[in-house]
């Protein structure tokens, strides 16, 4: 069988499967795209697939946050040293954050409704999209596997759950930044005092302000490679459940195309 090329006839489609990782439409629910937003502006966006707006966002997140020292804010704050939280924050980084923070929130948003819109349209079309990719740097093509699998591998080190689908921008990015939260964080050295029972050393050597954004950071990690694996199995039972009706059945066998 020939390999199909998208041609001009074609006005949506519902995935390209491409040397670093396969992006698709599907439906999303839009709050909880906003959710990942606020929790760190950025990650929304890198969830519907919109890499550079997300990459462009997540680094404003983590150098405005610093300069306007709001983890440490929000640490004093839980702690309950109100008058701390307040001497701590820089308010000519804080105004800056602020509208940033908030057009993260509102955009994923947005995004996610008309995104919703456009996979309805791609899916009523239906049009044929390449489901293998093969260069001289990497092959990448539509498979099923096992979503636990990619929430396993997350939670070892976030990104290896986003390589094993083949997310590879997606999964080499959440590497990098966890290893620089772990490294700036200190938090290995934290857990080897702990383990030895000097818990006050433990709490000493922790630097609070970049730990603060290892939670997010990890949760999204496992969030996106499980619903991506879920969404990529998907794709793949629509796409060969396609290509069977079209090239295998005949007028005695009826398979169902739905």
Do not use: C
């Not at 610093?66 to 307040?86: E, P, V, W």
């Not at 995004?111 to 293998?132: H, Q, Y």
Request: net charge positive.
């Amino acid at each position: 069988m020939k390999n199909y090329f998208p041609t001009n006839m074609e006005r949506r489609f519902k995935a390209n499967v491409s040397p670093i990782g396969t992006t698709q439409l599907h439906l999303r629910n839009p709050y909880i795209i906003a959710w990942w937003s606020a929790a760190f502006p950025g990650f929304g966006h890198l969830l519907l697939s919109k890499y550079l707006r997300g990459y462009a966002l997540f680094i404003w997140e983590i150098v405005v946050n610093s300069m306007a020292h709001i983890n440490l804010s929000i640490i004093y704050s839980f702690t309950g040293k109100l008058d701390m939280a307040k001497e701590v924050l820089e308010p000519r980084w804080m105004l800056m954050y602020l509208p940033v923070y908030f057009f993260a929130i509102w955009d994923s948003y947005r995004t996610t409704v008309d995104m919703n819109k456009v996979f309805i349209l791609a899916e009523r079309e239906d049009a044929k999209f390449p489901s293998f990719n093969i260069t001289a740097t990497e092959i990448n093509y539509l498979d099923k596997r096992r979503p636990l699998m990619a929430v396993v591998w997350s939670l070892f080190t976030p990104g290896l759950g986003q390589l094993y689908i083949h997310r590879v921008l997606t999964g080499v990015f959440t590497m990098i930044f966890v290893i620089i939260f772990i490294y700036k964080s200190q938090v290995l050295v934290a857990i080897y005092y702990l383990f030895i029972g000097e818990l006050a050393l433990s709490t000493q050597v922790l630097d609070p302000h970049w730990f603060l954004f290892l939670p997010s950071h990890i949760g999204f990690g496992i969030y996106d490679s499980y619903i991506n694996t879920v969404e990529n199995n998907k794709l793949f039972e629509s796409e060969q459940r396609k290509f069977l009706v079209e090239q295998y059945q005949h007028y005695q066998v009826r398979i169902r195309s739905r």
